[in-house]
């Protein structure tokens, strides 16, 4: 079945480094959505992206969706803490709405 | 405008009980998923309804069923609880692609 991998598992980085998380599906997406959870909290929709080649920005937040709709990345520009949190890349599963979730990359900030 | 409610915030069962958790979607959303997140874990799809409808499954055995109401709020019931079922067990309810996560369930199985 489809597999969406993230990498890496964790990341610990000081405050004003910059972060990057890379998300590989094992099937061409039709889309890939990004979320974040906080400790504790739910996961937070945060972007999708569904045009191959598609680059979109939030702030600090930098997204990219591959060429081959296969994989994606987040960048964050010079982290705070408020960035501290899991980020998950998820794709649909079979074409329905229905996601099927990375296993995250845990983010730690150290001030 | 309230978001995805989910209730109990937390529950504490025992093997071979059975649970049910409640989901009310955000307003104006006809669409409600349930995933399961294990610790450390992403979340996993369960089952999505529409139209008071099963439109879709994971993989989920049969002990592992929903429903979902005219007013589109849906329940999550877990037969003969196992341990492996402590878990938060999130609610999303959606329009389209986009997933809109509730606070979830804390599942604890002793």
């Known amino acids: 079945g489809q597999q969406v991998m993230q990498i890496p598992q964790y990341q610990h980085v000081q405050e004003g480094e910059d972060f990057t998380t890379y998300c590989n599906s094992s099937?061409?997406?039709?889309?890939i959505q990004w979320y974040k959870q906080r400790p504790g909290g739910h996961p937070v929709f945060l972007i999708q992206?569904?045009?191959?080649?598609e680059v979109k920005k939030q702030k600090r937040l930098t997204f990219q969706f591959g060429e081959a709709k296969k994989n994606s990345s987040l960048h964050i520009t010079a982290t705070q803490t408020t960035d501290v949190g899991t980020y998950f890349c998820?794709?649909?599963?079979?074409?329905?709405?229905?996601?099927?979730f990375g296993k995250g990359t845990s983010l730690l900030v150290t001030p | 405008d309230a978001g995805v409610t989910q209730s109990p915030t937390h529950l504490i069962k025992t093997r071979g009980q059975q649970v049910t958790l409640r989901c009310s979607p955000k307003s104006g959303h006809d669409t409600v998923s349930w995933y399961q997140q294990a610790l450390g874990q992403g979340p996993q799809f369960i089952f999505q309804?529409?139209?008071?409808?099963?439109?879709q499954r994971g993989n989920f055995p049969d002990r592992f069923s929903g429903h979902q109401f005219p007013n589109y709020s849906s329940e999550l019931n877990v037969n003969a609880l196992l341990l492996g079922d402590s878990a938060l067990y999130l609610c999303?309810?959606?329009?389209?692609?986009?997933?809109?996560f509730g606070p979830g369930t804390r599942l604890t199985v002793l």
């Open positions: 999303a309810s959606s329009l389209d692609d986009t997933q809109y």
């Open positions: 998820a794709g649909p599963i079979n074409s329905g709405y229905a996601l099927n």
């Open positions: 099937t061409t997406l039709s889309n």
């Open positions: 992206l569904v045009k191959s080649g």
């Open positions: 309804y529409y139209e008071e409808e099963e439109r």
